[in-house]
């Protein structure tokens, strides 16, 4: 008796198997108003016989609790499908499959092309830097002093059309600088403080993932006046203004899944303007008046790592190469910080 009821469940196990059904399970958005009917008619065979027992009509329903009316869902409804395989037509299935991994790769796409911001972006920003200069006039003199700068404060506005690869950027920044002391006299002189700017035009370059910029470049830097300290060890300090043409690369990149972004620049002086506070002798002669302008170039090199939404760190090398009344070629190393503000 045992053996009789034992054989009789394992046949009516391997019956339920045979015949255990099998499932197509996707997701389907709707695009326009349509009945749960509409639906399973684009993807069951046709004249398939299906009602409200229907296995996969249940239990879709039952994998579905949010969805209430099936007579007419909504666009944007999204159902969890469940079409078994005695009912499922594959050559109504494949095109939708196509459609639906087409538009999935639009949609990457577009964000590849645009992962760029929209909009106007501003930050702020502190640097604290270590400046040395050489200055050399053959027939003169030739010096060597530091001006370094505890902290310099800035601000830095960009535009990011809608849909476009261009922008434009502007920044401005004033450095307070400590006393300088020079190779020549023991006397520390105070220093005014540097200021520049710029502003340029960009283009990212979406293949290369780089962007080009390019503009103009203000800066307004302090030397010694060299005739004053050759002839009477007198330090005066003189101004110098240079406007750039400028010419540089960005890139963003990641390195030990940390996210950084760099520049460089190469920019060529265009127009310069030279100052003194030394005296002019009321006998016409120059005095300590260095004539003549300061034309050259600089070297930029910034490098950002951003610590969170808000905040990032950033460091900069710059350095100057001049010519004009004496030689002069500044170097400038610096670490800061920036805060995001929209």
Known sequence: MLK??????????????????????????????ESFGEVL?????DNSIINAKTPLVKKTMKNNPKIKQWAFMPVGTVVDLYISDDFMDLEKYKPYWANLLKKIQEKNNE??????????????????????????AADVAEITFKQNSPFSLGTALTFYPKDSLYSASFSAYASYLVASTNSLTSEKTSIPPEIGGNLYGEYRWQKYNLTLYSGLDYENFSLFNLRALENDRKVYVDGVGATYLTLGVAKSFVLFNKQFFSKFSISRSII???????????DGSTGYVDSGKYSGNKFLFFINYKMSDKFYLYSLLKYHSMVGPSDLTIFRVGLGFGYILF
């Open 41 to 45: 008619q684009r993807f069951v065979k």
């Open 4 to 33: 009789n009821v034992f054989i009789t469940f394992f046949f009516l196990l391997i019956s339920f198997n045979a015949f255990a059904l099998n499932y197509y399970n996707f997701l389907y958005t709707v695009e326009q108003p």
């Open 272 to 282: 310069s303007s030279y100052s003194t506070v030394a005296p002019v002798p009321v």
């Open 111 to 136: 964000k590849k092309q645009f992962t760029y911001p929209r909009g106007l972006k501003g930050s702020v920003f502190y640097l604290s830097s270590m400046g040395s200069f050489s200055q050399k």
